[in-house]
């Protein structure tokens, strides 16, 4: 009789170790065949934090007529199915954007930075803003300024760009919208002599 006594507790208790077990196990297992959540990209860019190089003589890029030095270019197709070509080829991206714009960049030697495809114009415009950090007020009263939206390359192809530059002394320019792919070239010029 002793025997039965702690034998039906003892059946009880092993029991419900087991159970428990399994069921976390069963948890353990289920957790891992769920799909990966989707992250999104970093795409912060602390303009802050780059090197002031100084600004070349030649060629000079001017935007608003002052000169400035290109830091940053970012790329992105438009829409779902928009591609880019091979980094190799971004240097004539620019050039499709205003002329002589390859040769700034090979001087300048920007930092490039493609981004995943944006389903929309205002939505890149939206998203540059919100991850390209610039000191003060959006650059005013720094050495920093900007622009950004839609340009069209050498085959037709829309595709966006956003563009970070300096000038050595403070401006009170800002991160330009451009609204089309013409109004690059009333924002930025390129003098080679």
């Known amino acids: 009789m002793e025997v039965t006594g702690w034998l039906i507790p003892g059946a009880t208790i ?6 428990l077990s399994a069921v976390i196990l069963v948890r353990r297992w289920l957790r891992r065949r769920r799909k990966p959540q989707w992250m999104e990209p970093d795409l ?19 935007f ?5 030095r290109l830091d940053i270019v970012v790329f992105a197709p438009a829409g779902r199915t ?7 080829e971004w240097p004539m991206l620019a050039e499709a954007i205003a002329p002589g714009l390859m040769r700034v960049v090979q001087t300048h030697e920007p930092q490039f930075i ?3 495809p944006q389903l929309s114009v205002n939505g890149f415009i939206r998203q540059f803003f919100r991850n390209v950090v610039l000191p003060g007020d959006r650059g005013r009263g720094t050495p920093f300024c900007g622009a950004v939206g839609p ?5 037709g192809q829309l595709f966006l760009v956003g563009m970070i530059m ?7 320019l800002a991160v ?16 080679t002599i």
């Open 82 to 88: 928009g591609t880019l070509p091979h980094p190799q």
């Open 114 to 116: 493609r981004w995943p």
């Open 64 to 68: 608003h007529g002052e000169p400035v």
């Open 44 to 62: 912060r860019i602390e303009v802050g934090r780059l090197e002031l190089r100084p600004v070349p003589e030649l060629p000079k890029l001017l």
């Open 151 to 155: 340009a069209r390359g050498p085959e």
């Open 14 to 19: 092993l029991g419900l170790v087991l159970l």
């Open 166 to 172: 300096h000038a050595d002394h403070p401006l009170f």
């Open 176 to 191: 330009e919208e451009v609204e089309s792919e013409t109004m690059w070239r009333r924002l930025i010029e390129v003098r």
